[in-house]
T-cell receptor
């Protein structure tokens, strides 16, 4: 079955700097890769996703890149702000199933 | 109400109690999920319902019993739980439950924080 790894487990950056979180997956049949942000006391919120037919996707300060050959994808946050502080989860899903496999999460702290 | 809602938001129960968690989605989705989120662990998929039919039971103990009366509502019935079952229980839904679907987005509710004493 699919296995998703995520690094780093914790990340601290200064406000205004960039943050990068990386995930790897094992099942080459996976073709959908979402990223979730979870703030304290809330459920995970979908912030950006990418499908396997695209190499990069951007939404304002957030971008995701996908390398299908290497089976890894990354979340990039530019110009970080204190409100970006949260736990971020990556996930993978393949076309012949409906279940998502999640990474263990990265706790991002943006220091003012 | 919009999105995915869950009630109650917090629940404290004894090991001999019976309680139920409720989830409702207002997104017109066909698939609904229960996840368990424990501290320092990845999200654990518990159950999947696709067009009201259970399609996944991820080796969950029988003290957790799901119910999906329609595509908009999902329940998790709890009975004789253990302290290690204390966790955040998250409900989620996605538009396309069938394999090979074109729409994969999954949306989560706020969760029920369960404490078993």
């Amino acid at each position: 079955g699919e296995n998703v790894e995520q690094h780093p487990s914790t990340l601290s950056v200064q406000e205004g700097d960039s943050a990068v979180i990386k995930c790897t997956y094992s099942d080459s049949a996976s073709n959908y890769f979402p990223w979730y942000k979870q703030e304290l006391g809330k459920g995970p919120q979908l912030i950006i996703d990418i499908r396997s037919n695209v190499g990069e996707k951007k939404d304002q300060r957030i971008a995701v890149t996908l390398n299908k050959t290497a089976k890894h994808f990354s979340l990039h946050i530019t110009e970080t702000q204190p409100e970006d502080s949260a736990v971020y989860f990556c996930a993978a899903r393949h076309n012949y199933g409906q279940n998502f496999v999640f990474g263990p999460g990265t706790r991002l702290s943006v220091l003012p | 109400e919009t999105g995915v809602t869950q009630t109650p938001r917090h629940l404290v129960m004894g090991m001999t109690n019976k309680k139920s968690l409720k989830c409702e989605q207002h997104l017109g989705h066909n698939a609904m999920y229960w996840y368990k989120q424990s501290a320092k662990k990845p999200l654990e998929l518990m159950f999947v319902y696709n067009f009201k039919e259970q399609t996944e039971n991820n080796s969950v103990p029988s003290r957790f019993s799901p119910e999906c009366p329609n595509s908009s509502h999902l329940f998790l019935h709890l009975h004789t739980l253990q302290p290690e079952d204390s966790a955040l229980y998250l409900c989620a839904s996605s538009p396309q439950g069938l394999a090979g679907g074109s729409s994969y987005e999954q949306y989560f509710g706020p969760g029920t924080r369960l404490t078993v004493t």
